[in-house]
């Protein structure tokens, strides 16, 4: 067990739709990590959250969007769902700022787009 | 850019026999690299990190894996496979000063055979 839940782990959606991912990160960790994982595409970077600030943005969608909250938890939301977001989307958590540690990944939230 | 790339989409080896999985890397500056494995439907499970120090790093489930400079490489390897070894591989490379992400290569599926 990493200690970073994520919710839900499965979810199953219609295009078009609007869906939140729930991240609670370890005990302490400032840093939140949201990355996709397709087939196609591998494990992708979305964005970086460290104590409730934006840190940086990767290949994340304009219908995508994310928050850190004062308690540290994180949400992702998807918006305008289509199909190609079909995907199994992970958060992950890291105590330390600077980059030497590791991350630690939640077991990842399943999103099937029909 | 920091990048890792994993040459080999998948590694067949008999149970007993060892194994390497291979990774090479590009980066600017010191490397941070980390290998990451991924049993089905589940997160990425942390195996073992290279910061500095021995070229030979030891990490969880007995694998360990050989930092080599000239060669940039970060190859893991185990001596004796295990049937539950068999899973999906992940080198990274942490992009340090930027946004300290991790960045993943494609990974590799190791199949244990008995």
């Given at each position: 067990d990493s200690g970073v839940t994520q919710t839900p782990k499965h979810l199953i959606t219609a295009t078009g739709q609007r869906v939140t991912l729930r991240c609670s990160p370890r005990s302490g960790d400032l840093s939140v990590y949201w990355y996709q994982q397709s087939l196609d595409q591998g494990l992708q970077f979305l964005i970086h959250y460290y104590n409730g600030e934006e840190r940086a943005k990767g290949?994340?969608?304009?219908?995508f969007s994310a928050q850190q909250f004062p308690d540290l938890h994180s949400e992702l939301n998807l918006s305008s769902l289509e199909l190609g977001d079909s995907a199994l989307y992970f958060c992950a958590s890291s105590g330390t700022r600077v980059g030497t540690g590791e991350l630690f990944f939640g077991e990842g939230s399943r999103l099937t787009v029909l | 850019a920091q990048s890792v790339a994993q040459p080999e989409d998948q590694v067949n080896v008999a149970e007993g026999n060892p194994l390497t999985v291979k990774c090479t890397y590009s980066v600017s500056g010191n490397p941070y690299l980390f290998w990451y494995v991924q049993y089905p439907n589940r997160g990425l499970q942390f195996l073992l990190k290279y910061i500095t120090g021995d070229n030979l790093v030891k990490g969880s489930y007995g694998f360990e894996a050989e930092f080599n400079k000239s060669q940039t490489s970060f190859h893991l390897k185990k001596p004796s496979a295990l049937v539950s070894d068999s899973a999906l591989y992940f080198c990274a490379v942490r992009d340090i000063g930027n946004t300290d992400k991790l960045i993943f290569g494609t990974g590799t599926r190791l199949q244990v055979f008995p």
């Open positions: 290949n994340i969608l304009e219908r | -």
